[in-house]
């Protein structure tokens, strides 16, 4: 907090510090154990009518009134990094949206609207990094109609903890009736630790295609061609010089049995490798074959140049959460996906509404 020379705590923000990551304290009425004020980090999003919005990091909006601010001020846009590859939110959006692609998609301004058949949220939602081109609502409206047109609720994905990332225009979605639905994280870590993780790679086996093993054992049912595009992300069998590299990763299950063990799916592209669908059979769980999954697929990264890693987790999945933790990942921002208030997806459309376990990512 502020401290005056004469040691009183001041506010030293205002109304244009709108978009600046803030620190401020305020007084609350009924705190638990008879405390008297709160602390709230974030970026000011809005200073209306005598009420300050800041949206946290997790993407939480926290309304304060003027009237209770005891300090404030502005504070760096994004904290140090404590351990992890060093990159921008929108160098990792990119390479995860590459990593992820839909079968259909179509720009508005540096919109990019992304479609695949409603399989998942990430292929079938806005990624805006940028301007639209429009005023917001005329391009949230052409937004709508995009996915109206193709009998799908119409999503728009934004960031939240990082510097560059989007509080701003959470806010003006929270404002337009917007409602977020699912909230995950994008973790990163260094590759080469996960690689030497695998005492024993000969019991994982690697392949550029989902076959139909794999596919047994891979939580989302009844996946159909267009999913099998998503999965596969655009790549042949066979890499193409620039496109991402894409790997399925493979434990043989007991004679017998109908799925595998584990899975895995990994891309390589350029010095980044993005981890998904890690999937274990759940009687075969806390027998390391997660990490032994993830430690194939990194080697294979390895060798095709990639150092960094990067993967997709729910909040609630703490699993996953705990597992990536100990492999030496690390939060790098939360993502949000806003659905359109009345946007409802059309009759014979089968938008994605539930996450796996194991690909921990909406």
Not at 78 to 89: D, F, Q, T, V
Not at 97 to 103: L, N, Y
Not at 157 to 178: F, I, M, V
Not at 238 to 250: D, R
Request: glycine share 10%; proline share 7%; charged share 25%.
């Amino acid at each position: 907090m502020e401290i005056s020379a004469a040691g009183r705590l001041e506010v030293r923000i205002t109304a244009a510090d709108v978009g600046k990551r803030v620190s401020v304290r305020s007084l609350i009425e009924h705190g638990p154990s008879g405390e008297k004020f709160t602390d709230t980090v974030g970026v000011l999003t809005s200073w209306d009518t005598g009420v300050l919005r800041i949206t946290r990091k997790s993407g939480e909006s926290v309304r304060v009134a003027e009237s209770a601010l005891v300090a404030g001020k502005v504070i760096p846009s994004a904290p140090a990094r404590r351990r992890g590859p060093a990159a921008s939110y929108e160098e990792l959006a990119r390479v995860a949206a590459r990593g992820w692609r839909p079968v259909e998609s179509e720009r508005l301004g540096a919109w990019e609207l992304r479609a695949a058949a409603g399989f998942t949220r990430r292929a079938n939602s806005v990624l805006p990094l940028g301007d639209p081109g429009l005023p917001l609502d005329d391009a949230l409206t052409a937004v709508r109609r995009w996915y109206a047109a193709r009998g799908l609720p119409a999503y728009v994905q934004t960031a939240t903890g990082a510097e560059g990332t989007q509080e701003l225009l959470c806010a003006e979605l929270e404002q337009r009736g917007w409602v977020r639905e699912v909230t995950a994280e994008l973790w990163t870590g260094a590759l080469a630790p996960v690689a030497d993780l695998g005492d024993d790679p000969s019991g994982v086996l690697l392949s550029r295609d989902a076959d139909g093993a794999w596919l047994a054992r891979y939580q989302r049912k009844g996946v159909s061609e267009v999913a099998l595009r998503v999965l596969g992300a655009g790549s042949p069998d066979a890499p193409v010089p620039g496109e991402p590299s894409v790997w399925f990763a493979t434990v043989p299950g007991a004679p017998g049995a109908e799925a595998p063990a584990a899975i895995g799916r990994c891309v390589v592209d350029g010095r980044w490798a993005g981890f998904a669908a890690v999937e274990v059979d759940p009687a075969r769980r806390r027998e390391g074959l997660a990490t032994a999954v993830m430690a194939a697929l990194a080697a294979r990264a390895l060798e095709e140049g990639a150092s960094a890693a990067w993967l997709q987790v729910e909040t609630d999945n703490e699993g996953a959460r705990a597992l990536y933790d100990r492999l030496g990942f690390a939060p790098h921002h939360a993502y949000h996906h806003y659905r359109a208030p009345d946007g409802a997806a059309s009759e014979g459309s089968a938008p994605d509404s539930s996450v796996p376990a194991g690909d921990g990512a909406p």
